[in-house]
């Protein structure tokens, strides 16, 4: 007799059986092993339970174990709004790690969780601040409807903990007019030690909405604060009182000076005195010095993607297929990165350039933990050079302390987008030339292993941009042109945008550092963050550069002007933003974070969000690249659905096209049609990892799987690598070489 073991367990739950089903050591195991494919096969068990695993997932929230926990709330997430009674149930037990978890699925399944705002509010006043954050969170996640609970959230401006302060403030401001009634405390809150509970504070009065002129005179003494940040927000809350702030208007005036301020300001005087503002065009004035000499060509794989088109396809001649990294053949040398390092590399000149942290400390003089640019000699892999970007302190302290965008190499010149929102331009060769160069020559450390630093663009000080959890772009150049992607995003409460006026792109003139032209983009519509790099293509008998934004639409801009051309909507109108994993009847809205791809005459976009929301669904769109407008309907050639959320750039070539999901799926797509080819599962989540070598296509994922599949229209694996760490980032080819980064080491694979 043959039984079909899939109605095991839930039959044994109904039955209330205390066997397997109810035993939590199996589940324990397989939510906290390492490899995705048994925790995913895990959690889509339960959830394929229903209501039904309630009784496992209880125990499991008490497992104390965090990897279980937390793919146990995915599966919570999941369950949708069905599981919010049994989520405020397991809020009012005694188990803190239960309740922890249990808070932050009812922010995620929000608005559908205002029922849970009392309970929220009581969790606000529990002795662990873990909980009082995730609290504090949720509250913001409900909006409008957290009103009931805007009392406890003012009581909680004043928790020892600046963050928790912060995001209590956050939740304020979310809510807006119905916590009208904090606004004393918000006053008082201006005066706080730290910076960001400041701007948090400011946000919230501004959301509100002031109507009474006895705020203008703290306002006006908050509009000197040492944070641009909070000198933006104050800005704005003098502007809603509108005429009764007439006495801040000097200090406005005043403020105008400061180009990172001058669009909010504007609009602040435009609401008070009810005349237009122009606002000022933020144009640092740096001096050309020797940095406006003609570049140098110079070979190589110069920028991520390859190429401005982001189609990152290479020849394979001389490349070898049976490389090992296990035991070392043809591995001709490696470097150490970090622990979670998520920087792809360059090459060109004779070095790699690769952006990670500073845990490894190539330079010992520099401790701090931020992010940092390496350059490595290509052929044996000797250090030569790190550039760092130590915090600023300019907001919460959660900017990711590491560079994860790909540098730009020109000439002797690199680009790059530091960790903590700065435009750099650097001499490739450090100060091995023994030169330099300028014209910033202030370095008060030109040894042969530091960077020469030609100029800096501070993005955030000087446009007034607030990056969100990574400050990320791989630059491109149109001409003389850099093409820049902000990282303007949402606030530490994840529901406002703190700086909507600032600009989503820029054009900065690579010879210099001046700002050429700003486009505000997406502006207070971002919806978590902005991490896609642009694209540059050939549209008839123009060059068009192609954003993608934090709002899910794709922007087409003139290069040289920034003037918009088209913009097209990736989600539809339906779509609703929510983070966490998707469940029954939500289409949800994703953003941009893989790069446009422009090939054969047409754009390519896929959707996606931050990986550390979970698994759903989103499209993948293939552009006619012409028109102008809202070419949402009109230029759509097709639409693949059969897609999860990605943020990997896809690839193209000979009618085909290569894309992947964060499900851990490769997808072939004829790219004429948009119907599916063929599809290969690798088991775990694929971040950046593509690139096509010869006629193999490189595929990594999270477990640190290098998959190499035939590219053609018959699917065929011709090898699986396991690397010894994630795969995050593309892996490139130049020379006869093979670069893969891994989340900790960088290897260079030759022939030998």
Same mark, same amino acid.
């Given at each position: ?133 995730? +609290? %504090?969170? $949720? /509250? @913001? ?5 957290? &009103?009931? *609970?805007? =009392?406890? #959230? !003012? ?45 948090? +504070? %400011?946000? $919230? /009065? @501004? ?5 009474? &002129?006895? *705020?203008? =005179?703290? #306002? !006006? ?46 609009? %602040? ?9 122009? &606002? ?473």
């Amino acid at each position: 007799m043959v039984i079909n073991t899939r109605f095991i367990i839930p039959i044994l739950l109904l039955l209330g059986c205390g066997g397997f089903a109810q035993d939590k050591k199996p589940w324990v195991t397989r939510l906290a092993s390492s490899r995705y494919e048994i925790r995913e096969s895990a959690k889509q068990e339960l959830v394929s339970m229903g209501l039904d695993c309630l009784p496992i997932v209880t125990r499991l929230l008490r497992s104390g174990s965090h990897e279980v926990c937390k793919s146990t709330r995915d599966v919570l997430g999941r369950l949708g709004p069905a599981a919010i009674p049994f989520l405020m149930k397991t809020v009012r037990g005694r188990h803190d790690g239960a309740c922890y978890y249990s808070i932050t699925v009812l922010g995620n399944l929000a608005p559908d969780s205002a029922a849970a705002v009392p309970l929220l509010a009581k969790a606000l006043r529990h002795s662990d601040a873990d909980i009082v954050y995730e +609290a %504090a969170w $949720a /509250l @913001a996640a409900l909006r409008e409807k957290a &009103a009931p *609970a805007a =009392a406890a #959230l !003012t009581s909680t401006l004043r928790h020892e903990s600046s963050l928790i302060r912060t995001t209590a403030a956050g939740a304020l401001a979310s809510i807006g007019a119905g916590a009208r009634k904090s606004t004393p405390a918000l006053l008082t809150t201006l005066l706080d030690r730290e910076a960001p509970t400041r701007r948090a +504070a %400011a946000e $919230a /009065l @501004a959301s509100i909405g002031l109507t009474d &002129a006895g *705020a203008v =005179a703290p #306002l !006006t003494k908050a509009l000197a604060d040492e944070n641009i940040y909070v000198r933006m927000s104050v800005a704005r809350a003098l502007g809603t009182i509108g005429p009764a702030a007439k006495d801040a208007v000097k200090a406005l005036r005043m403020a105008m000076k400061d180009p990172a301020l001058a669009p909010d300001v504007a609009w %602040a005087l435009e609401r008070i005195t009810g005349k237009k503002t122009p &606002a000022a065009v933020a144009t640092p004035d740096l001096a050309t010095g020797d940095n406006a000499k003609p570049l140098t060509r110079v070979r190589g794989w110069r920028m991520l993607g390859g190429s401005p088109t982001r189609n990152a396809t290479a020849p394979g001649t001389g490349i070898p297929d049976d490389w090992d990294v296990g035991s070392g053949r043809h591995v001709s040398w490696s470097v150490e990165l970090g622990s979670s390092n998520f920087g792809g590399p360059i090459v060109g000149g004779g070095r790699v350039f690769i952006g990670a942290g500073n845990e490894k400390r190539y330079r010992p003089g520099m401790a701090e933990k931020c992010g940092t640019l390496l350059a490595f000699d290509a052929k044996d892999g000797r250090f030569l050079w790190q550039d760092h970007s130590p915090n600023l302190g300019r907001q919460a302290d959660f900017l990711l302390p590491q560079t994860t965008s790909s540098p730009l190499l020109e000439g002797d010149r690199i680009y790059y987008v530091t960790a903590q929102c700065q435009l750099r331009c650097l001499d490739a060769a450090g100060f091995r030339d023994q030169h330099n160069d300028g014209p910033f020559v202030d370095e008060k450390d030109t040894s042969k292993t530091a960077a020469d630093r030609v100029w800096e663009l501070d993005i955030a000080a000087a446009l007034g941009v607030f990056p969100h959890e990574a400050s990320n772009c791989s630059v491109i150049a149109a001409g003389n042109v850099l093409l820049v992607c902000t990282s303007n995003g949402v606030d530490e409460a994840h529901t406002r945008v703190p700086s909507p006026r600032a600009p989503s792109f820029i054009g900065v003139d690579k010879r210099t550092g001046s700002v050429l032209w700003t486009c505000a983009g997406p502006g207070s519509a971002i919806l978590h963050g902005q991490w896609s790099s642009p694209a540059l293509g050939k549209v008839g008998d123009r060059m068009l550069a192609f954003f993608g934004g934090g709002d899910g639409w794709l922007y087409a801009l003139e290069p040289q002007t920034g003037r918009v051309v088209w913009r097209f909507d990736g989600n539809g109108r339906n779509a609703v933003w929510r983070t966490g994993s998707d469940f029954a009847g939500v289409v949800r809205r994703n953003s941009i974070i893989a790069c446009p791809l422009f090939a054969d005459g047409r754009l390519y976009l896929g959707l996606g969000q931050d990986p550390e929301h979970g698994r759903g669904r989103a499209a993948l769109h293939a552009i006619d690249p012409n028109g102008e407008g809202d070419v949402s309907a009109s230029r759509r050639i097709w639409t693949y659905r059969d897609i999860g959320r990605t943020i990997a750039t896809p690839i193209a070539r000979d009618g085909l096209l290569f894309a992947a999901d964060l499900n851990g799926r490769v997808h072939c797509i004829d790219a004429k049609t948009g119907r599916r080819v063929w599809m290969h599962d690798t088991l775990a989540p694929i971040w950046g990892s593509l690139l096509l070598l010869g006629d193999h296509l490189l595929v990594g994922n999270e477990d640190g799987i290098l998959v190499m599949l035939r590219a053609g229209r018959k699917k065929k694996v011709v090898r699986e690598v396991e690397m010894p760490s994630g795969l995050h980032a593309a892996p490139v080819a130049f020379a006869g070489t093979l670069y893969v980064a891994t989340a900790a080491k960088l290897y260079a694979i030759r022939k030998k």
